[in-house]
């Protein structure tokens, strides 16, 4: 019988408090998929990624404001400040992060997706970078959505979880994964687009 495949792993301290949070983010996912029946939130765009995160910091009893304007860095080492916006940020009364976000479709079965998915991260890590925090911590977050065609899915779920297991030995700060068993065919032009993963690392201070 075909389950779930879901978790999350967090390895920073920074993100302890985001426990909550990712266990949220996977049952706003779930949710979706149930009530839009043959859709889902992960395979549009960056930014409805950012809403599903959005949508479980308000769960998790976080506040979040999406796409909200700041002063930005032009790059990473420059001085220059332009106003700009920032894709996300989360808080509580004790803690805040501003976070950056970036998304990225994979192949679940070629061997370039761990190159591939580094430059995703390293692309959030540089944007967060530009952010001014403020006193808080900022966050990039790689969005991560395998697929595969049709005719190479012979073992789904083995696959999934084989691509699962060759991100966790990367130690990003915190991950989570969220692949619903009523989406585990989702079909478009040919492949199947069965679940999602998201990656965060903090910015070193």
């Not at 920073?12 to 998929?33: M, R």
């Not at 909200?68 to 989360?90: F, H, M, P, Q």
């Not at 994979?106 to 580094?118: F, G, P, R």
């Not at 967060?128 to 977050?141: A, F, S």
């Amino acid at each position: 019988m075909v389950q779930s495949i879901d978790g999350y792993l967090i390895n920073n301290a920074s993100l302890e408090p985001w426990g909550f949070l990712l266990k949220d983010w996977i049952w706003v996912v779930e949710k979706y998929v149930t009530v839009c029946k043959g859709d889902a939130p992960y395979w549009y765009n960056e930014r409805a990624n950012t809403s599903m995160l959005a949508a479980a910091a308000w769960r998790s009893g976080f506040v979040a404001v999406e796409a909200y304007s700041d002063e930005k860095k032009v790059t990473a080492e420059s001085e220059e400040i332009y106003k700009g916006r920032v894709d996300l940020w989360i808080g509580t009364s004790e803690e805040e992060w501003s976070i950056e976000t970036k998304y990225d479709g994979v192949n679940l079965k070629t061997l370039q997706a761990s190159s591939q998915i580094e430059k995703t991260i390293l692309k959030a890590i540089d944007d967060i970078k530009r952010v001014r925090c403020n006193g808080g911590i900022g966050v990039g977050v790689a969005f991560i959505e395998p697929c595969i065609k049709k005719e190479e899915a012979t073992n789904l779920d083995n696959d999934i979880q084989a691509f699962i297991n060759m991100i966790l030995p990367r130690q990003d700060h915190a991950i989570a994964w969220c692949f619903p068993k009523i989406v585990r065919q989702l079909e478009y032009k040919g492949c199947y687009y069965p679940g999602i993963i998201l990656i965060a690392n903090v910015l070193d201070k």
